[in-house]
DNA sequence: AAATAATGTGTTTAATTTACACATTCATTC
DNA sequence: GAATGAATGTGTAAATTAAACACATTATTT
């Protein structure tokens, strides 16, 4: 049993709290957003080719310090606007990373956002600057502490897509099963069952039937369906059941 | 299609960077912990009365401001340490708040860590001064956003429990599956099936029959078992199916 | 018209989850 | 020390869910 002593009480004045808060013990937090798209059934994400000299040839997440008076969703909401033209993507707070030495300018605690975008919606912008899709796969190397974020956000992504749809937002959308099957399987690293991928789908009941085919597809066309996100939001499910 | 101007590059220069980290910008940091405790079958929250006039009677979280040069993480455990005299419970980053106006002090954005603790080992310690257990329903009001982040915390303890034996740390290491049964009903706020809970944490196959019995139970004695914990990191899952 | 390639569908089996009841053991009481 | 009370400990049947698996259909291309 322990005999350090314990401190009962918040023992600061209001004041002196200003004083630490307002002056001493500040620190610089940044947001990094990890930014996945989907495209040629790869799972993608979207780097940015550092333009610091002593990083050339590395590539880093998007990220921007956060302003003072600037809540950090909304930091996070601008680094994406700025980035990639759009509102309204999918965007989540994932995890802050705060170990001392991690960035070289000085301290800078990062909280990592993960959005997905339509790839297909965002094409043309980033043909001709230092932003580019990489496949996640072959990821190496990032700058600072970039790679443990982006291996972290990849967990992330794959626990998230299986409990809750935010994975659709990569799709165009209307889209085939097969187009939403080949989604999963990039995500996840792995071949799932066509018949059972569907069945699941189906009894879901949240696959809207557009009425519609593919098209310019050099196949049999497949059928074409949409998500009903509203339906969705009535009937999440909480409970799952132990299981580890 | 939006027609926004889209930033290309990282259009800061080291030195400007610097500057920026080292002067401009800086926010304050602070760590917030949801200290989960469960005693006379109540899961409960450790809470510290407010001792600045200005909030007198409010309860809080037990919080502190990050130091300039100290990890996170460190930061977390040094709080749970200063509050609770222990090292070694069990502590998980949650969620990052950081609306502006979220603290009347300037700006403080506070990083929010579920920890979990064995009330019995520590029950004395919080006696004579400002802490207190509190169970978790009679919550109701706290100081500044710490309500929401208690509440985001219970919703994260409810899932988490249910995917990893987190939940654990908060009995005794020998343990009769009554108290684990109520362990999780208390936190998941629900009645469980007496018989399939027993089937279902048997089958998992990670409870490790200690050969001993309950002592001064009013009734008879259910046996004692604790969790290996070992066995548990060889054997993770990792995939358990899409269904939202 | 034939070949190709992907879509679309159903069943059987196994595994898991749920619902549900009675005998056993220890402590307490009379 | 016999009877009572209260919680422990166990098994089975039914229902649901997941997994494995094959063939007919449709549009495109040749």
Redesign the interface.
Same mark, same amino acid.
């Given at each position: +049993? *322990?005999?350090?002593?314990? &401190?009962?009480? /918040? $023992?600061?004045?209001?004041k002196g !709290?200003?004083t &630490?808060?307002?002056s001493? /013990? =500040?620190?610089? !937090?940044s947001v990094d957003c990890v930014i996945f798209g989907f495209d040629e059934n790869k799972l993608k994400v979207l780097l940015?080719r $550092?333009?610091?000299?002593?990083y050339h040839n590395k590539f $880093?997440l998007l990220g921007d %310090?956060?302003? *003072?008076?600037?809540? !950090?969703?909304t930091?996070a909401y601008r680094i994406l606007?700025? =980035?990639?033209?759009? /509102?309204d993507l999918y965007l989540e707070?994932v @995890?802050?990373?705060?170990?001392?030495g991690r @960035?070289p300018?000085? =301290?800078?605690?990062t909280?990592a956002y993960c959005s997905l975008i339509n790839v297909q @919606?965002h094409k043309l912008?980033t043909l001709? /600057?230092? %932003?580019h899709w990489h496949e996640v796969d072959s990821v190496s190397e990032l700058l600072f502490d970039h790679k443990k974020i982006f291996d972290l956000c990849i967990e992330w992504l794959q626990k998230r897509?299986?409990? @809750?749809?935010l994975g659709l937002s990569l799709l165009p959308n209307k889209f085939s099963l097969r187009e939403l099957q080949n989604l #999963?399987e990039a995500i !996840?690293d792995?071949k799932l069952d066509r018949r059972n991928f569907r069945k699941?789908?189906f009894s +879901?009941d949240y696959l809207v039937d557009m009425g519609e085919d593919e098209q310019n597809v050099p196949h049999r066309p497949g059928r074409l369906y949409k998500f009903d996100y509203e339906k #969705?939001e009535k009937n999440?499910?909480t409970? $799952?059941?132990?299981?580890?």
């Open positions: +049993m *322990p005999t350090t002593k314990i &401190e009962a009480k /918040n $023992s600061k004045t209001f !709290l200003q &630490e808060v307002q001493i /013990n =500040r620190i610089a !937090l940015i $550092s333009d610091l000299k002593k $880093s %310090l956060v302003k *003072p008076e600037e809540d !950090l969703d930091s606007k700025q =980035r990639t033209g759009l /509102n707070q @995890h802050t990373f705060g170990a001392f @960035h300018a000085g =301290r800078v605690v909280v @919606h912008k001709d /600057n230092e %932003l897509v299986q409990e @809750h749809p #999963y !996840l792995k699941k789908f +879901m #969705y999440k499910k409970w $799952s059941g132990i299981d580890f």
